[in-house]
């Protein structure tokens, strides 16, 4: 197959499509990690007493823990004390309105292709864009704070809306979960924050793009979401970065909380820089990202298309405590050249009549790997509830692997538990059936990856959907051998 | 415009075609006949393409080119179409989004503009309508969970999608019941022109009381042994291959 290996040569070259750099001047804070960088940290985001205090407990709390070893992957260790763990973007005044805004920095979202100003007029979707650790532009708030919805930075909502910050941070996901939700509830800069209130449903997408900017800059950002009773809300989250040769830290947290009857959406496109086609450089992705359906009869649901990022490692799980709850994760991670993925979910079921879903498509390709990690828990409680889990591996060439960790927990037998799995490759006998229908093999690679995936990409909002796809067939081209 | 000439290939080590000769012209039909194991759909396979078989000698012109030296997508540019024996399964595509793509990237290799999907939605229902083919099969996954009958139609509607000038219909019979045979059979004739041609692969001779070839040969270990018109598929259908063997063993 030496055509073949041409086109792989030739495309695993090309350069990463947003492998550029921004010349914004940045406020930094010396490498490495200490109480006095927390309270740095603290002190430049103007943070109340408690959160300081918040944070140097969690940093008290990690210093005590180890990093995780348990998962699939490999990477040289990282100087924790090597990394700057604050950095933003210098503006003399804080921006009113997108007029406001540094030009350099609008004409990066431009590059991204998200402008504001575009994004605004023309697609209806509320963006809170993050450059580095600080929001720079919120739009539509209004239109939101007409309903009552609280849309905007962490930061802000730190100062505006305490009482709800400090009552559900940490109820998700608590501080000492593992090394890196410690790490990051020392050290996060910013993030996003929402609230719907009860009954209301969103009326758009809520959306943001995280983008690291500045060279040895960690990322770490903090997203809190709170549906309460009765309430609808889709949440965007897409992320592309720029090349870099050395690795780069990217600890985030998410947290959902969904009281009775809330249903939450929540989708992810990431395309983090996975390094070159060598495996030098690239961002490490730990993020804990966890959904509590707290009320009865509440939703949460995770749709994820992983194309990034040199290691992911990544477990958007569920815990289903009140009674008819459910959970959902719809997963797609592609790995190319020497990237590692070891990406899944965790459904906790407590509640009664819980039910919770998992779709999961990994796909190898080049020296990849690619692992599904995850874990079905059924609690003694849990009366009548049920799982359905499909775990697809598709590896194109022969020099990649995909690896499939399911953990099933059941403590009350009135559960039904299902688990499928497959494995496929990339038949020569189906390229060779598109080739003959007059169409290349790119495409044709593409348009397979595309159907073999698109039990998830279906459930991404539409104009994610687009996206995903291109980024499937670009992550991909050529990788057939 | 279909000029074999000495056509030898092998597969691994295995050498299957020993010197094939054909002459296709426009507006022709052309049976190729034989027992198994002859290199029928060998042919067809070096024909379109197929990389696992090496082509070790003789030449095939196309419409005045070098069709060997042509990639496979670009063969089915030029006019080639495979009506495959075994049609393979693709998961999550549509025959429908399958075939827009094809045909406009067939559109634009000859330097015409793509159709939007209304035009190409207008194009196919007229298509279905001429092969018999209902939408609810198309709109599924191409050929996922389809009957032998839905998969050869299914290739015929991609034949009447594609016009092409050449088709070879690779054993298309094969696992059909009559009723379904019928069907794909008209298709292929409604399909007919004065400027295209086909070459029907095929092992028995039903087939060919529905698709009236205009020339049949043979072919054993490799070789055509015998050429001749509608006749010579009857008397095969009659008398069974073993009187071909004897007589090429005799020369």
Redesign the interface.
């Given at each position: 197959m030496s055509k073949d290996n041409q086109v792989l040569e030739e495309l695993t070259s090309k350069e990463y499509e947003h492998g550029w750099t921004t010349d914004i001047e940045t406020d930094s804070a010396p490498k490495g990690l200490n109480e006095d960088i927390i309270r740095f940290i603290s002190a430049k985001k103007n943070e109340p007493a408690w959160l300081l205090e918040w944070r140097l407990k969690a940093y008290q709390q990690w210093t005590k823990m180890k990093e995780p070893t348990w998962a699939n992957v490999k990477f040289p260790e990282i100087n924790y004390q090597d990394v700057i763990y604050y950095s933003a973007p210098k503006q003399k005044v804080t921006p009113k309105n997108l007029e406001d805004v540094d030009p350099e920095l609008i004409k990066t979202f431009e590059k991204l292709g998200i402008s504001l100003t575009e994004q605004k007029r023309l697609t209806g979707i509320a963006v809170d864009a993050v450059i580095d650790s600080v929001s720079v532009a919120t739009t539509f708030k209004e239109t939101l704070g007409e309903l009552g919805i609280i849309f905007c930075s962490f930061s802000e909502a730190v100062q505006k809306h305490p009482d709800l910050v400090k009552k559900y941070m940490g109820s998700v996901v608590p501080v000492n979960d593992n090394y890196f939700s410690a790490l990051n509830s020392a050290v996060f800069t910013d993030g996003s924050f929402c609230y719907i209130p009860k009954g209301v449903r969103c009326p758009m997408e809520l959306s943001t793009y995280f983008r690291i900017n500045a060279a040895n800059t960690g990322q770490f950002e903090r997203t809190l979401i709170i549906a309460d009773e009765g309430s609808y809300v889709s949440y965007l989250e897409g992320c592309t970065a720029p090349q870099r040769d050395e690795n780069q830290l990217h600890a985030a947290v998410v947290e959902i909380y969904a009281m009775k009857d809330a249903q939450v959406k929540y989708s992810t496109v990431q395309n983090w820089y996975p390094g070159d086609k060598e495996g030098k450089g690239g961002i490490y992705n730990f993020v804990t990202k966890r959904g509590l359906c707290y009320g009865d009869s509440s939703k949460i649901s995770w749709t994820q298309v992983e194309t990034g990022s040199a290691i992911t490692w990544k477990y958007p799980s569920c815990i289903l405590r009140g009674d008819n709850s459910m959970g959902e994760f719809y997963s797609v991670a592609v790995t190319n050249n020497y990237q590692q993925a070891d990406t899944g979910t965790k459904m906790i079921h407590i509640g009664k009549n819980t039910k919770s879903r998992i779709v999961s498509k990994g796909i190898s390709a080049g020296h990849s790997q690619n692992s599904y990690r995850g874990q079905v828990h059924i609690m003694k409680r849990a009366e009548g509830a049920r799982n359905f889990s499909q775990c697809d591996s598709l590896l194109m060439g022969d020099k990649c692997g995909a690896h499939t960790f399911p953990y099933i927990d059941v403590e009350n037998s009135t559960a039904r538990i299902e688990h499928e799995a497959t494995t496929s490759k990339i038949g020569e006998d189906q390229i060779f059936y598109c080739l003959q229908r007059g169409i290349d093999e790119e495409s044709a690679v593409a348009l397979i990856v595309n159907g073999y995936a698109k039990e998830v990409l279906n459930q991404l909002p539409m104009e994610f959907a687009v996206e995903a796809q291109k980024l499937l067939a670009l992550t991909l081209e050529g990788s057939v051998g | 415009m279909l000029t074999i000439k000495n056509l030898q290939a092998k597969i691994g080590e295995k050498q299957i075609l020993n010197g094939i000769n054909l002459e296709v012209k426009p507006g022709e039909v052309h049976a190729i006949m034989g027992p198994n194991g002859s290199g029928k759909s060998t042919l067809a396979s070096v024909l379109?393409?197929?990389?696992?078989y090496e082509v070790t000698g003789g030449e095939v012109s196309f419409e005045g080119k070098d069709l060997l030296e042509m990639?496979?997508?670009d063969?089915?540019?030029e006019g080639v179409?495979?009506a495959?024996q075994y049609?393979?399964?693709?998961?999550?595509?549509s025959t429908i989004?399958?075939?827009k793509?094809?045909v406009n990237?067939?559109r634009e290799?000859r330097g015409q503009p793509t159709l939007d999907a209304v035009s190409f939605l207008g194009v196919m229902k007229e298509k279905m309508k001429l092969v018999e083919i209902d939408q609810a099969l198309l709109n599924r996954?191409l050929n996922e969970g389809f009957s032998g009958g839905e998969k050869k139609r299914n290739e015929i509607f991609?034949m009447a999608m594609?016009e092409p000038k050449l088709a070879v219909l690779d054993e298309t019979d094969s696992g059909l019941d009559i009723d379904a045979l019928k069907i794909v059979s008209n298709g292929v004739n409604k399909l007919r022109n004065k400027s295209n041609a086909v070459i029907v692969v095929t092992h028995y001779q039903r087939l060919l009381d529905y698709i009236v070839p205009d020339f049949v040969h043979v072919l054993y270990k490799g070789k055509i042994v015998k050429s001749g018109t509608k006749e010579l598929a009857l008397e095969l259908e009659a008398k069974g291959y073993d009187w071909i063997k004897e007589e090429v063993s005799v020369l």
């Open positions: - | 379109a393409g197929r990389e696992e990639a496979p997508e063969r089915a540019r179409f495979l495959f049609p393979v399964e693709i998961p999550g595509v989004n399958f075939m793509t094809a990237q067939i290799y996954a991609q594609l």
